[in-house]
């Protein structure tokens, strides 16, 4: 099996992403928690079943390029550099 992992974003644009849900491995929440507009839209969200399921969560498909350019990743093991 090959994975790809492609998304396609809200204005139909692609990226690589491996992560469907953002909230724990980005600064989603801290960027749009505080904002109606995006709170908003926030989804649950599912790629395929049990694979990736996205609760009360910011999503690929629910944001454009642009917002998701924003984005910074957390660090998975904050010890590094």
């Known amino acids: 099996m090959t994975e790809f992992d492609l998304q396609m974003t809200r204005d139909g644009k692609l990226i690589i992403n491996y992560d469907s849900c953002l909230r724990e491995k980005t600064n ?46 957390k660090h998975e093991y904050p010890n590094r550099s």
């Open 28 to 73: 989603a929440a801290d960027l749009w928690d505080s904002n109606p507009d995006f709170v908003s839209r926030q989804s649950n969200y599912e790629i395929y079943p049990s694979l990736d399921k996205c609760v009360n969560d910011y999503s690929v498909p629910t944001l454009d390029l642009d917002e998701i350019k924003q984005l910074k990743r």
